[in-house]
T-cell receptor, first 109, second 116 residues
Framework: GQNIDQPTEMTATEGAIVQINCTYQTSGFNGLFWYQQHAGEAPTFLSYNVLDGLEEKGRFSSFLSRSKGYSYLLLKELQMKDSASYLCAAMDSNYQLIWGAGTKLIIKP | GAVVSQHPSRVICKSGTSVKIECRSLDFQATTMFWYRQFPKKSLMLMATSNEGSKATYEQGVEKDKFLINHASLTLSTLTVTSAHPEDSSFYIC????????????FGQGTRLTVV
């Protein structure tokens, strides 16, 4: 079956760095997405990886290893506003998105 | 990024009534729209995929007669929850794409539906 695993909750300190991991198993692969979702709001797009390696976008970076079925989202210089859920989603061969349950990130001062 | 507007953002309705949720792409033509449902602390669940001018494709387990989807134009799709029950209370989110698949899909703001 198709499956996405990511931790349920993580806690980090303002100004620090945090890495949120995601492993996936899909029928075929057409890329991996990371979304940020604040409580009660729709997800907002953060990144899309389809090739192996690290993509950096300001304070956020995303990494993909297709051979390992693994991705991570790296957040640097954490700010209080980064407190949110981070959703990992993999696209299968039919272009269907398989969603993880999200990782709730709690930032402490 | 492109803008997708979803309305209403919150709605409370009585059990047995119907509720319509609109999803509009404001600055691009959405050939494909996706409707999701999200329960608290759960992942997004795709309910259906609709292409403009054709019938929606529903995911397994989603009742097409209960969740009516219309995608009559390239900028508007609607989801109607018919004969709503308290178990239909959820967060409904649409996303719109101008291309194939989800690669270029943008999300609406979501609709919090509460059935009392």
């Amino acid at each position: 079956g198709q499956n996405i695993d990511q931790p349920t909750e993580m806690t980090a300190t303002e100004g620090a760095i945090v890495q949120i991991n995601c492993t996936y198993q899909t029928s075929g692969f057409n890329g991996l997405f990371w979304y940020q979702q604040h409580a009660g709001e729709a997800p907002t797009f953060l990144s899309y990886n389809v090739l192996d390696g690290l993509e950096e976008k300001g304070r956020f970076s995303s990494f993909l290893s297709r051979s390992k079925g693994y991705s991570y989202l790296l957040l640097k210089e954490l700010q209080m506003k980064d407190s949110a859920s981070y959703l990992c989603a993999a696209m299968d061969s039919n272009y269907q998105l398989i969603w993880g349950a999200g990782t709730k990130l709690i930032i402490k001062p | 990024g492109a803008v997708v507007s979803q309305h209403p953002s919150r709605v409370i309705c009585k059990s047995g009534t119907s509720v319509k949720i609109e999803c509009r792409s404001l600055d691009f033509q959405a050939t494909t729209m996706f409707w999701y449902r999200q329960f608290p602390k759960k992942s997004l669940m795709l309910m259906a995929t609709s292409n403009e001018g054709s019938k929606a494709t529903y995911e397994q387990g989603v009742e097409k007669d209960k969740f009516l989807i219309n995608h009559a134009s390239l900028t508007l799709s609607t989801l109607t929850v018919t004969s709503a029950h308290p178990e239909d209370s959820s967060f409904y989110i649409c996303s719109a794409s101008s291309g194939q698949g989800h690669t270029e899909a943008f999300f609406g703001q979501g609709t919090r539906l509460t059935v009392v």
